[in-house]
């Protein structure tokens, strides 16, 4: 199995009436069911759970973390990477994943409680790829200056750069720990584009039944991706006698 594992939110679209119904701004369907994932990089879904407010997991801890910890049960102890986005990142989860052998990289809020004060405070100058980090029980917090500041934390890499090619062709240096994640994190958005392109639509008034067939494309599309792996690719069978 992929020792890279993403994890997000995804959004099933829903505009009935729904207690927990949710607003995301940079999802396609906008109004919709909230959706935890636990993702392959290349999108085969590993775990989902369905938010429903109050109850959604045991909130001992915060609720981002409570959300990954509850997704990423099965995988803690193995020497697997988390790829999380600011939601759920923290210095405290990073330190609690890699006590349970479990390594973390991803963007952070500048708000978060025990990040380095160094870090935060330090004003970048206007020059792109500048950069200022700190590392404490292998917990790395790197500010690095792109067009805006990034906020990164890793638990994998250190404060090292390299160079790679943008979108556009230019190549450009980048912090290892920032490629690191742009490579691995779509997982999600990938799961989500495979499923678009063939559903099981059906009208219903009935939320749980939006849910129950989402679900069945869940299951097509894993099914379709182990199919895709396992199933040994046929080889061109040429006639080297003349015609």
């Given at each position: 199995?992929?020792?890279?594992?993403?994890?997000?939110?995804?959004?099933?679209?829903?505009?009935?009436?729904?207690?927990?119904?949710?607003?995301?701004?940079?999802?396609?369907?906008?109004?919709?069911?909230?959706?935890?994932?636990?993702?392959?990089?290349?999108?085969?879904?590993?775990?989902?759970?369905?938010?429903?407010?109050?109850?959604?997991?045991?909130?001992?801890?915060?609720?981002?973390?409570?959300?990954?910890?509850?997704?990423?049960?099965?995988?803690?102890?193995?020497?697997?990477?988390?790829?999380?986005?600011?939601?759920?990142?923290?210095?405290?989860?990073?330190?609690?994943?890699?006590?349970?052998?479990?390594?973390?990289?991803?963007?952070?809020?500048?708000?978060?409680?025990?990040?380095?004060?160094?870090?935060?405070?330090?004003?970048?100058?206007?020059?792109?790829?500048?950069?200022?980090?700190?590392?404490?029980?292998?917990?790395?917090?790197?500010?690095?200056?792109?067009?805006?500041?990034?906020?990164?934390?890793?638990?994998?890499?250190?404060?090292?750069?390299?160079?790679?090619?943008?979108?556009?062709?230019?190549?450009?240096?980048?912090?290892?720990?920032?490629?690191?994640?742009?490579?691995?994190?779509?997982?999600?958005?990938?799961?989500?584009?495979?499923?678009?392109?063939?559903?099981?639509?059906?009208?219903?008034?009935?939320?749980?039944?939006?849910?129950?067939?989402?679900?069945?494309?869940?299951?097509?599309?894993?099914?379709?991706?182990?199919?895709?792996?396992?199933?040994?690719k046929k080889a061109a069978i040429y006639n080297s006698e003349k015609w």
């Amino acid at each position: 199995m992929n020792k890279n594992l993403s994890l997000d939110e995804a959004l099933l679209l829903w505009r009935g009436r729904l207690v927990f119904r949710q607003y995301i701004p940079n999802k396609s369907a906008k109004y919709g069911i909230k959706l935890y994932q636990l993702c392959t990089p290349d999108g085969f879904i590993l775990e989902i759970i369905i938010y429903s407010e109050k109850g959604t997991v045991d909130n001992e801890t915060s609720h981002a973390q409570s959300v990954v910890t509850k997704l990423a049960q099965r995988y803690l102890g193995k020497g697997n990477t988390l790829y999380l986005d600011n939601y759920y990142n923290s210095v405290q989860l990073a330190e609690f994943l890699y006590q349970n052998k479990t390594h973390v990289v991803g963007t952070l809020r500048k708000t978060r409680n025990g990040n380095p004060k160094h870090v935060i405070s330090s004003k970048l100058k206007k020059k792109t790829g500048e950069k200022v980090s700190r590392k404490k029980n292998n917990v790395l917090v790197l500010k690095w200056k792109d067009k805006r500041k990034v906020l990164v934390i890793s638990a994998k890499h250190t404060a090292a750069s390299d160079k790679c090619n943008n979108k556009r062709g230019v190549e450009k240096e980048k912090p290892i720990c920032v490629i690191d994640y742009n490579q691995n994190m779509s997982g999600v958005d990938r799961s989500d584009q495979m499923i678009s392109y063939y559903t099981t639509p059906r009208k219903t008034i009935r939320w749980y039944l939006k849910v129950f067939f989402h679900l069945i494309d869940v299951c097509l599309w894993n099914s379709t991706y182990i199919n895709n792996k396992v199933k040994p690719k046929k080889a061109a069978i040429y006639n080297s006698e003349k015609w």
